[in-house]
């Protein structure tokens, strides 16, 4: 089965900040990758799927880029609403499996 | 709008099954294009997908799970379910039911829509 990794497991930074969290994969899932956000006692959120393509409705300062086993995603303006854990997600077909990253948490500095 | 809701005893004592019922509002179970998810998240843990459910009924389950988890659709009820057999405290966590969305991007997938989630305790 495929094993996803993320870094770093948590991270604090200033509002305004630009922020990266990367994910890896242990094999080459193309672009089938996800990625959510999570604040405490509610259900994820989609922001980004495909690696990179913004869900409806999602603002424009999150993206995701990557492909293969590589994949980023970036906040390029902190706001204090961004607080929450961030786990990308891997899917196949091929046999049609999904697993979550361990998740990054966002703090405000 | 579509809108998922979790329900079950949220207590189970060990060595039980587990079972929840995930009801689908605002729209079809029965649609095409879905695949039907149950995932779970231990306490302060990241997040563990179960399995899937199609609405033709094919199943697919997390590997590690298989031998113990039955995912079933009641299309009537527009309802699906989980039952995880042979619990241990290890399988307490909130379970979320989530709809997975077959996008038009080449493939692509995505949990769009989840359920609030249940908090179950396995315990005597």
């Known amino acids: 089965d495929i094993q996803m990794t993320q870094s770093p497991s948590s991270l604090s930074a200033s509002v305004g900040d630009r922020v990266t969290i990367t994910c890896q994969a242990s094999?080459?899932?193309?672009?089938?990758l996800n990625w959510y956000q999570q604040k405490p006692g509610k259900a994820p959120k989609l922001l980004i799927y495909d690696a990179s393509n913004l869900e409806t409705g999602v603002p424009s300062r999150f993206s995701g880029s990557g492909s293969g086993t590589d994949f980023s995603f970036t906040i390029s303006s902190l706001q204090p609403e961004d607080i929450a854990t961030y786990y990308c997600q891997q899917y196949d077909n091929l046999p049609p499996e999904r697993g979550f990253g361990p998740g990054t948490k966002v703090d405000i500095k | 709008q579509v809108q998922l809701q979790e329900s079950g005893p949220g207590l189970v004592k060990p060595s039980q099954t587990l079972s929840l019922t995930c009801t689908v509002s605002?729209?079809?179970?029965?649609?095409?294009?879905?695949?039907w998810s149950w995932i779970r998240q231990h306490p302060g843990k990241g997040l563990e997908w179960i399995g899937y459910i199609y609405n033709s009924g094919s199943t697919y389950y997390n590997p590690s799970l298989k031998s113990r988890v039955t995912i079933s659709l009641d299309t009537s009820k527009n309802q699906f379910s989980l039952k995880l057999t042979s619990v241990t405290a290890a399988d307490t966590a909130v379970y979320y039911c989530?709809?997975?969305?077959?996008?038009?991007?080449?493939?692509?997938?995505?949990?769009?829509?989840w359920g609030q989630g249940t908090m179950v305790t396995v315990s005597s």
């Open positions: 605002g729209g079809s179970i029965s649609s095409g294009g879905y695949y």
């Open positions: 989530a709809r997975e969305e077959m996008r038009m991007v080449r493939g692509a997938t995505a949990f769009d829509i």
């Open positions: 094999q080459d899932i193309s672009n089938y």
